[in-house]
């Protein structure tokens, strides 16, 4: 059972374009949002995180914004580039389970030139 | 060393065999997870060590699966019997103290295991 849900499963956008990734969440133990970027053939890192006390969070292109009523955080990228076109994870993380980071199904992104 | 070593890079083993993995965490991190990624799919949780607490293994899929951490440091992911299904990427990571505020978790590239 995936405690948190991802969409799309992929997207195609243009050079320039703004990607956006949805998740959502029921369990309200979460207490910390993280965004994972992947490249074929390595490992997850960590792109940007968010807690639910603030609403939105900038890193250079990259915005989470999050929505703690309605459960749900989603990614921005901003002016897309070739070099962006990798696979995203949301992920959360609950009081309840300190180790445990839930992650959505990942979303492949592609940025056309 | 300067990020998570994870060995061997890939493996095929034959249905039935045990395998072994190993994970060097980034030295100073006293957090260490092990993932489990299928083709396509997201990130599995299995196992979770912090310092000399109990293990939480509550991602662990079935008792063929086992992991050990000595010293505090290396980490050794076991699995017995293997099945196809066990067929998937294995991601070890390691963060300085548990998964809160700051603290990162950084992944290893992964070893790849095919059971054929």
């Known amino acids: 059972q995936q405690q948190v849900k991802q969409s799309p499963q992929s997207l195609i956008v243009q050079k320039g374009g703004i990607s956006i990734i949805n998740c959502a969440y029921e369990?309200?133990?979460?207490?910390?949002f993280p965004w994972y970027q992947q490249f074929p053939g390595k490992g997850p890192a960590l792109l940007i995180a968010?807690?639910?006390?603030?609403s939105e969070k900038k890193e250079g292109r990259f915005t989470i914004s999050f929505n703690k009523s309605a459960k749900q955080f989603s990614l921005h990228i901003m002016d897309s580039q070739p070099g962006d076109s990798a696979t995203y994870f949301c992920?959360?993380?609950?009081?309840?389970?300190?180790?445990?980071?839930?992650f959505g199904a990942g979303t492949q992104v592609v940025v056309t030139p | 060393g300067a990020g998570v070593s994870q060995s061997p890079s890939n493996k095929v083993t034959e249905k039935g065999k045990d395998v072994e993995l190993r994970c060097d965490p980034i030295?100073?991190?006293?957090?260490l997870y092990w993932y489990r990624q299928s083709l396509g799919q997201g990130l599995e949780f299995l196992i979770y060590?912090?310092?000399?607490?109990?293990?939480?293994k509550s991602g662990l899929p079935s008792d063929r699966f086992s992991a050990e951490r000595t010293g505090g440091s290396v980490s050794t992911l076991t699995i017995q019997r293997t099945q196809q299904e066990d067929s998937a990427v294995y991601l070890c990571?390691?963060?300085?103290?548990?998964?809160?505020?700051?603290?990162?978790?950084?992944f290893g590239e992964g070893s790849w295991l095919t059971v054929v």
């Open positions: 990571a390691s963060s300085y103290g548990g998964p809160g505020s700051g603290n990162t978790i950084y």
């Open positions: 369990n309200t133990a979460f207490d910390y």
């Open positions: 968010i807690r639910p006390d603030v």
């Open positions: 992920a959360a993380r609950g009081t309840d389970s300190w180790g445990k980071l839930q």
């Open positions: 030295s100073g991190h006293t957090a």
């Open positions: 060590f912090q310092g000399n607490s109990a293990p939480d």
